[in-house]
């Protein structure tokens, strides 16, 4: 059976989501050493068809960290640079003066590494907090290889999975235009369906809802 969101509870997801990537854009600004702006476009349940489509639509032209989420919540996290980003912030945060190349160093690997870390983790403690939750994110890994086809063997293996995913943007002070910076958000079914009922029986503002 699938699950369904309505619009508040989208709405709802989508501002703790945004709570925390604010924090985020906080010290990913400092690494940057210029304004970061943070958000949060989309909200998606999608098939793993689709899914896997557009992780080899991107995994061609960015660079990939993975984070799990462990403890009550289980799930994943992508975070998708282009090379654009990678040249950005290896020129701001490692003075080096690089190409848009996907071939990265060991420092370029342990930056994006600790980029990936900060977001990651500071979505992780705000869902954590917010729906009284005991859950952390494990250090981001850089894997090598078939992103979608790792992606297609565990959906093959847990069907229930049915991912979340939402993108996030960036942009630096400095530019004109926004580059965007997708990351990918997998909760398995069960985990999806605990965070609904949390939402569902909890006033997130505050409180628990009168005769729950």
Known sequence: MDLHMTELERDIIREILNIGLARAADSFAVIAQEKVMLEVPNLDLVSGDNIL???RKLQDQHVIIQ???KG???GTTLMFFSGQHVQRLSRVCLRMNTSDS????SMQES???EISNIITGALVTQLANILKASIYGAPPTHPHGDMAGALQNLMLHRPMVQPLIF???TQFSDKDNSVELPLMLFFDRDTFGKILDIIRTYDVMGGQQAGV
């Open 53 to 55: 489509a557009r992780v």
């Open 67 to 69: 984070s799990d989420i």
């Open 72 to 74: 009550e919540f289980n």
């Open 102 to 105: 996907l071939d990265i160093d």
């Open 111 to 113: 930056l994006l590494l």
């Open 167 to 169: 993108s996030v943007i």
